[in-house]
């Protein structure tokens, strides 16, 4: 997705678009890179005068959907993707299973910690879906997680709007 289609799509339907960009973003679909999106949202709510709050409380609410519901395939169909996964990519399955140990470990702030790491922040949720992982858990650290990427993205675009458009071109 592009940075001028992304920025129309925000200006066009406001928080709405922010929601449904950031969820797709969550849910690691192509095209929809944090590093980008996340900022632009910052640059939206200081040039469009929207409350930089809402613009966060609307990211975080997005990124917790996203979470949530990669969680749930986790959960729901993830053991039998893995052992499928695994005869595909039969080198993969060692890291992979030394995340979920991690998870199982460290539990919650396992979780949080992942949601500070690029890449890992969205994947995760799937292997704590597996695991079984206690859900109230799951959710409070994802959250905190999320709040803390979410915060720092989206404020750098709102600190330094012009800046960031100028940056990415």
């Not at 979920?100 to 969205?122: E, N």
């Amino acid at each position: 997705m592009e940075l001028n289609t992304i920025m129309q799509s925000f200006a066009t339907y406001g928080l709405p678009a922010i929601y449904v960009i950031v969820l797709l973003e969550y849910l690691n679909l192509p095209g929809f890179p944090a590093g980008v999106i996340m900022p632009l949202a910052g640059v939206f709510a200081a040039q469009g005068g929207l409350d930089f709050a809402a613009v966060l409380v609307i990211t975080v609410a997005a990124g917790l959907t996203g979470s949530v519901i990669l969680y749930a395939i986790g959960r729901g169909g993830g053991e039998l993707f893995l052992q499928r996964f695994y005869r595909r990519f039969p080198k993969q399955e060692t890291l992979i299973e030394e995340r979920m140990d991690y998870l199982r470990r460290w539990g919650g702030r396992g979780i949080f910690v992942s949601k500070l790491v690029p890449m890992v922040r969205t994947l995760v949720s799937i292997p704590a879906g597996v695991i079984r992982m206690d859900f109230r858990s799951y959710v409070v650290s994802s959250a905190l997680g999320i709040a803390v990427w979410n915060l720092c993205f989206v404020g750098a675009g709102y600190l330094f709007g012009d800046t960031v458009l100028t940056w990415f071109g």
